[in-house]
């Protein structure tokens, strides 16, 4: 009986072995079979990056004055440029990207950012006035570029910054992230110079606050002006945090139906 017990088991372990060869094989077939197209392959290579780690939160009564900077329209060329800055100053921000900016090129961009402590977070797909499109538009363009980012970082987006800040109860009720605005300088505007961007987020800075700034291609004067806005807000004793860690800072539970330029421990 015992040794009918012990042939049984050798019996299905040699099927599990066969089957885990067979899978190999199988598998080695794919992908020499993908040899034939180098393009296809680095394709592949491109979409199953490995896993980031992402950014740890410390304990909420470690936080002093918090600032979170936010920079949308990237993923661009100047988003690296903004992420040297970043990196010399040891600080953090959040990206909201446009999920049409998101090409293979720059998805090393967006893995540095998240290398460097920054989160990644959703500014639609195509950019347009979200007010103007149907409920399935409006899920298709969020879903676009949450499964982009995820696919990249490994982390789903659970913030979104609607385009042009143009919101409707149609949006709130069909976008599940949590809606963000900010503190701007109107720096999207070329005209408004590197000083005027500077003086400006410094005046709106307060423990707390989200500062809305752009990575959009070529937007060399906010990367100028980041030199100042990092030195004067470190001189002024703010600890730069991503805008989830902004909410766990500060103790708060994002709402729904609720767009939040600041986040404070009353809320
Ligand atoms: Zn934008």
């Known amino acids: 009986m015992k040794k009918s017990v012990k042939a ?26 993908e040899k034939d197209d180098n393009n296809e392959s680095s394709k592949a290579a491109v979409s199953e990056p490995e896993p980031l780690p992402q950014r740890e939160y410390k ?33 953090v921000a959040t990206f909201f990207l446009i999920g049409d900016n998101i090409t293979d090129d720059k998805t090393d961009t967006v893995r540095r ?31 676009f570029t949450s499964e982009k980012i995820t696919e990249i970082t490994g982390r789903e987006p659970r913030f979104f910054r609607p385009p042009y800040i143009s919101t409707n109860d149609k949006m709130y ?4 992230p949590t809606f963000i605005c900010g503190y701007g300088c109107n720096d999207y505007d070329s005209k408004v110079e590197v000083e005027t961007r500077v003086e400006k987020t410094l005046a709106q800075a307060k423990d707390g606050a989200i500062i809305l700034l752009h990575d959009s291609e070529g937007n ?7 030199d100042r806005l990092l030195t004067e807000l470190e001189a002024q004793g703010y600890e730069f945090v991503t805008v989830g860690e902004l909410f766990h800072a500060k103790g708060v ?3 729904d139906y609720t767009m939040y330029s600041e986040v404070s421990a009353q809320q």
């Open 59 to 91: 304990d909420p009564s470690e936080y002093g004055k918090v600032i979170a900077l936010t920079f949308d329209d990237g993923p661009s060329t100047t988003t690296s440029l903004v992420l040297d800055k970043l990196e010399e100053h040891g600080a």
């Open 8 to 33: 049984a088991i050798a019996a299905l372990l040699l099927l599990a072995a066969t089957a885990v060869i067979a899978g190999c094989a199988a598998k080695d077939t794919e992908t020499s079979s």
């Open 173 to 176: 009720t069909a976008i599940e």
């Open 220 to 226: 060399i004067k906010t990367v100028q002006a980041l």
């Open 253 to 255: 539970e994002p709402q």
């Open 113 to 143: 950012a998240v290398t460097l402590g920054c989160e990644i977070e959703n500014h639609s797909k195509t950019h347009s006035d979200m007010t103007k499109l149907s409920e399935e538009e409006i899920k298709a363009e969020i879903d």
